[in-house]
């Protein structure tokens, strides 16, 4: 096998709740990571050497800083005894800065896509670690699974779901996320719950009043959807999302979403659509 051509998911928080702050500065949290079967796609291609080459750079991203390739270099390093690179093409549809997880689902189609590609047998464990040091997201997309999680979102617990049609969309602004867990206005006490508390419907995002404080667009985005359905904010933003039950109903929402607004339709769904190509079921 010479060549992959994987699909990287994008991931929506159906909740957020900071529940405390740690001695190194992250923040401790429970999150349930909804996946959608809606993302970017990664092409691999096999190389002889051990060059790893980007060929679709992004606009304000030194290619060299970008997670695919931090990712490929992370697991060269971890098998020296292979002499493997690859040419990688990233064809982006995720909106960046949306706190829908492309970056890090990127890396992590790029580790199972890689481990395949070089035939290295790493397991799905080992995967996840090398993952967690590119970002506290890339766990979820590397086990493949809507789960809840605690910790810093790294202990993942897998939990079906309905498989809902979702709207989400993005409004004309960039989050920081170190920003909004540096801001001294951030909840970051919140009582833990149990997964029955939020399958009851008793949950938020504790991120949510400070960046609708701060980012009027988005704001504005949640008043908007919220006339269809209950409008939620995923991560730190700046997407915002709706659940509906059925496509046509989605789609039909989506369509009316103002100018400025970029936005798309996708399905909820329990198992990565990364893992069903790879035959990880």
Same mark, same amino acid.
């Given at each position: 096998m010479q060549t992959l051509s994987l699909p990287c998911p994008a991931k929506i928080n159906l909740f957020l709740k900071i529940t405390g702050r740690r001695p190194d500065g992250y923040h401790e949290l429970q999150t349930l990571f909804q996946l959608l079967d809606y993302g970017d796609t990664l092409t691999l291609k096999h190389r002889d050497?051990?060059?790893?080459?980007?060929?679709?750079?992004?606009?304000?991203?030194?290619?060299?800083?970008?997670?695919?390739?931090?990712a490929a270099r992370k697991l060269?390093?971890?098998?020296?005894?292979?002499?493997?690179?690859?040419?990688?093409?990233?064809?982006?549809?995720?909106?960046?800065?949306?706190?829908i997880g492309g970056g890090s689902s990127d890396a992590a189609s790029a580790l199972l896509g890689l481990n395949k590609l070089w035939?290295?047998?790493?397991?799905?464990?080992?995967?996840?670690?090398?993952?967690?040091?590119?970002?506290?997201?890339?766990?979820?997309?590397?086990?493949?699974?809507?789960?809840? +999680?605690?910790?810093i979102g790294e202990k993942l617990e897998p939990l079906e779901t309905p498989e809902l049609w979702y709207v989400v969309i993005k409004p004309d602004c960039h989050v920081s996320t170190a920003e909004i867990f540096c801001h001294e206005q951030l909840t970051r006490h919140d009582s833990p719950i149990k997964i029955a508390t939020f399958l009851g419907g008793g949950t938020g995002n504790s991120c949510e009043p400070l960046v609708r404080k701060l980012y009027p667009k988005i704001d504005k985005a949640l008043i908007w959807l919220e006339q269809f359905s209950p409008a939620k904010l995923t991560g730190?933003? +700046?997407?915002?999302?709706?659940?509906?039950?059925?496509?046509?109903?989605?789609?039909?929402?989506?369509?009316?979403?103002?100018?400025?607004?970029?936005?798309?339709? +996708?399905?909820?769904?329990?198992?990565?659509?990364?893992?069903?190509?790879?035959?990880?079921?």
């Open positions: 050497d051990d060059k790893i080459r980007l060929l679709s750079a992004l606009s304000g991203v030194n290619s060299e800083d970008n997670l695919v390739v931090r060269q390093a971890c098998s020296k005894h292979i002499a493997c690179g690859a040419d990688i093409q990233l064809d982006k549809r995720l909106p960046l800065g949306g706190g035939q290295l047998g790493l397991s799905l464990d080992t995967l996840a670690e090398i993952g967690l040091e590119l970002g506290a997201d890339v766990p979820v997309f590397v086990r493949g699974k809507t789960s809840w +999680a605690e910790g730190t933003g +700046a997407c915002v999302f709706a659940s509906f039950e059925d496509q046509i109903t989605a789609q039909t929402v989506c369509e009316q979403r103002p100018n400025d607004i970029q936005g798309f339709v +996708a399905r909820g769904v329990n198992t990565s659509p990364l893992h069903r190509a790879l035959g990880l079921l």
